[in-house]
């Protein structure tokens, strides 16, 4: 080794470190699942904008479960995963749950070569009913009277619709839960009347709309 050598500064010399895992940066550049980025997500809907929460990360270890309201803190994808679980097949089988969206994830993409995190966005916006009805007693009568929905039940309905019919397509069937969550989205985000979770929302409107 020369004397330059020994003379040299490390730490002059050692390379910058990354940054850490836990770090702003580090969370902003990370990819949904490993593969989608959900930096770029556009909302058409302002209403439920500030309760679509998108962020890279599909589990939570419940740290959100004991607090009101918080729910719309966690990401979209983690709460779509939670609503599949709410089945007799899949209840608190996370990791399955993950795999179905995971797969539904890559179907989709595949069909219609867009960020599958955007078509989910658009889903929950076009399956979110604005309007629904609730049953008023009036002298022992019980009446149907049409409310507004609030943005938050809005995107928790349009989460339900889907997972909905998620169960009803592929329950008994050879279609698999991807396949059949894959359709839901697509279906929704193209506002195809003929997907269960867009007919449940229309027919939630019109109900609400003969009751005004």
Same mark, same amino acid.
């Not at 910058?16 to 550049?29: H, I, K, T």
């Given at each position: 080794?020369?004397?330059?050598?020994?003379?040299?500064?490390?730490?002059?010399?050692a390379?910058?470190?990354d940054?850490?895992?836990d770090s702003?940066?580090a969370?902003?550049?990370?990819l949904?699942f490993?593969?989608?980025?959900?930096?770029?997500?556009?909302?058409?809907d302002?209403?439920t904008?500030?309760y679509?929460?998108v962020?890279?990360i599909?589990?939570t270890?419940?740290?959100h479960a004991?607090?009101?309201?918080?729910?719309s803190e966690?990401?979209?994808v983690?709460?779509?995963i939670n609503?599949?679980?709410?089945?007799e097949?899949?209840?608190g089988?996370?990791?399955?749950a993950?795999?179905i969206?995971?797969?539904?994830f890559?179907?989709?993409?595949s069909?219609?070569?867009?960020?599958?995190?955007?078509t989910?966005v658009?889903?929950?916006e076009n399956?979110a009913?604005?309007e629904?009805t609730?049953r008023l007693?009036?002298?022992?009568? @019980?009446v149907p009277k &049409?409310?507004?929905?609030?943005?938050q039940r #809005?995107?928790?309905?349009?989460?339900?619709? /889907?997972a $909905?019919?998620?169960?009803?397509a592929?329950y008994?069937?050879?279609t698999s839960? @991807?396949e059949?969550l &894959?359709?839901q989205l697509?279906?929704?985000? #193209?506002?195809d009347?003929?997907?269960?979770? /867009?007919? $449940?929302k229309?027919?939630?409107e019109?109900?609400a709309a003969?009751?005004?």
């Amino acid at each position: 080794m020369s004397d330059a050598d020994q003379d040299a500064d490390p730490e002059t010399e050692a390379p910058e470190p990354d940054a850490p895992a836990d770090s702003e940066e580090a969370v902003e550049n990370a990819l949904l699942f490993g593969v989608w980025d959900v930096s770029e997500i556009e909302y058409s809907d302002p209403s439920t904008r500030t309760y679509m929460n998108v962020t890279p990360i599909a589990h939570t270890m419940g740290r959100h479960a004991s607090k009101q309201f918080q729910k719309s803190e966690i990401s979209l994808v983690e709460r779509l995963i939670n609503r599949l679980m709410q089945t007799e097949e899949n209840t608190g089988k996370k990791q399955q749950a993950q795999r179905i969206v995971r797969d539904a994830f890559d179907i989709v993409h595949s069909r219609t070569d867009d960020n599958p995190v955007q078509t989910l966005v658009e889903a929950v916006e076009n399956a979110a009913p604005r309007e629904e009805t609730v049953r008023l007693k009036y002298g022992g009568i @019980s009446v149907p009277k &049409a409310v507004d929905v609030a943005p938050q039940r #809005r995107v928790d309905q349009g989460l339900k619709f /889907i997972a $909905q019919g998620v169960q009803g397509a592929s329950y008994k069937t050879t279609t698999s839960a @991807s396949e059949a969550l &894959a359709d839901q989205l697509i279906g929704a985000a #193209r506002y195809d009347v003929q997907t269960y979770s /867009i007919s $449940q929302k229309e027919e939630t409107e019109r109900v609400a709309a003969a009751a005004r």
